[in-house]
């Protein structure tokens, strides 16, 4: 059991169905602006709402902000990697992530990738964080709709997607080739590199191509989040919204 928090993450969760929802607690005392949609959700669902004192919220979640509301789920599903290759047919852009530790970057770029369109996202098992709460809950419900597929080998399913028609490009800090030059002609599959240390060498020998993000500050390096969103909106862009 595992449990998510937050007005938008727990109303997208019994929306969806995609993650069963075994019970809902709502603060006592707390003013919720959408508690009645809440609790629509959660009735449609077939979920108990509980009212719990924020006492009894705040030792569930830790020092986090919970919203008020909070949700016990039964653990987080991961795609199949053929499920994200078959919704490239309609959304024929995916993004892959070498090794991203952070559970808030994670969630964020769950969210963008899901804002954009994406077929999906695919990640690693080993030396990376999965679906975790903090992921779910930084997601802002986006989770609930887009597949994350967890791979055991990377540069594997690099040549899956490959064989499936995506072009695999890969973002590389020190690439002479800006992202803003490539045509993004078809399916693309763009992989970023962990937090730190960028793409691993056999994910880069495996890229069909390695682009960068112009600088033009005194740091030398964006945040990953940061980096899937500013190369993601310009390939949507690219494929005209398709």
């Keep these: 059991m595992s449990i998510i928090f937050g007005v938008n993450p727990v109303l997208e969760a019994l929306k969806s169905g995609r993650r069963p929802v075994e019970r809902v607690a709502i603060g006592l005392g707390v003013r919720i602006a959408r508690f009645e949609e809440l609790r629509q959700a959660a009735k449609a669902a077939g979920v108990t709402v509980d009212r719990l004192p924020a006492a009894a919220l ?19 599903k991961y795609a199949e990697l053929d499920a994200v290759v078959a919704r ?20 964020a770029i769950v969210r963008t990738a899901e804002c954009a369109g994406c077929a999906g996202v695919v990640i690693p098992e080993r030396n990376a964080v999965g679906l975790t709460e903090t992921v779910a809950k930084t997601s802002a419900g986006a989770l609930e709709h887009l597949p994350v597929a967890r791979v055991t080998n990377l540069v594997n399913a690099m040549e899956a997607l490959k064989e499936a028609g995506a072009w695999v490009v890969g973002l590389e800090a020190d690439a002479p080739k800006a992202y803003t030059n490539y ?7 763009l992989v970023f590199g962990g937090e730190g240390r960028g793409l691993r060498r056999l994910v880069r ?9 112009p600088l033009f500050g005194e740091i030398n390096s964006l945040n990953v989040s940061v ?13 005209g919204g398709a």
Excluded: K
């Design 58 to 76: 705040d030792r569930a979640v830790g020092a986090r902000s919970h919203q008020g509301v909070v949700a016990w789920v039964a653990a987080a």
């Design 88 to 107: 490239m047919a309609e959304r024929p852009l995916v993004v892959l992530l070498d090794g991203v530790e952070d559970p808030h970057n994670l969630g």
């Design 183 to 189: 045509d993004y002609a078809g399916p693309t599959a």
């Design 205 to 213: 020998e495996r890229c069909d191509v390695l682009l960068s993000i």
């Design 227 to 239: 980096s899937v969103g500013v190369v993601l909106f310009e390939a949507r862009r690219r494929l």
